[in-house]
């Protein structure tokens, strides 16, 4: 079987810029970790290191998941639609979620340290958020 580049490039979103495709390896990423959130505690355990292992339950991991699958398909969408203002606004509302999230582990509830594990996705979210704030006259259409 061979691999055929052209078929492959034409799966990727149509969009002008960088934007849709950060979106989509962003996407792709978090189905990664949704996978390994349902199948280890491995990873989810470097995140949150200021608490004993025990504490990072199965449950937590599962949950989280849930939420990182649910963040997958809407930036996913927002990929191939990025156009579209309410796919747009709820791609943009998730890295607000995301950063959030893992701001307030670190800084306020100080279950997870300053680690590339948890600071990989603040990374994410706030390039993320300040990349699709920049540049949401540009991409969204009324």
């Known amino acids: ?17 960088l934007l849709p495709k950060w979106q989509l390896l962003v996407a792709a ?12 505690l491995k990873l989810t355990r470097r995140v949150y290191t200021r608490v004993p292992p025990n504490q990072v339950t199965a449950l937590q991991a599962r949950t989280f998941a849930a939420w990182t699958l649910t963040a997958a398909i809407v930036r996913g969408y927002a990929a191939y639609y990025i156009h579209d203002k309410r796919i747009y606004d709820m791609a943009l509302f998730t890295y607000l979620i995301a950063f959030g999230h893992l701001s307030s ?6 279950t997870a340290k300053f680690n590339s594990a948890a600071l990989i996705p603040v990374i994410v979210s706030t390039v993320s958020l300040i990349w699709m704030l920049r540049d949401y006259d540009f991409y969204v259409t009324a």
């Open 1 to 17: 079987m061979t691999l055929d580049t052209q078929a492959i490039l034409e799966l990727l979103p149509k969009g002008d810029g």
């Open 105 to 110: 582990e670190i800084l306020i509830y100080q």
């Open 29 to 40: 990423v978090a189905v990664f970790n949704t996978l390994q959130n349902f199948a280890t």
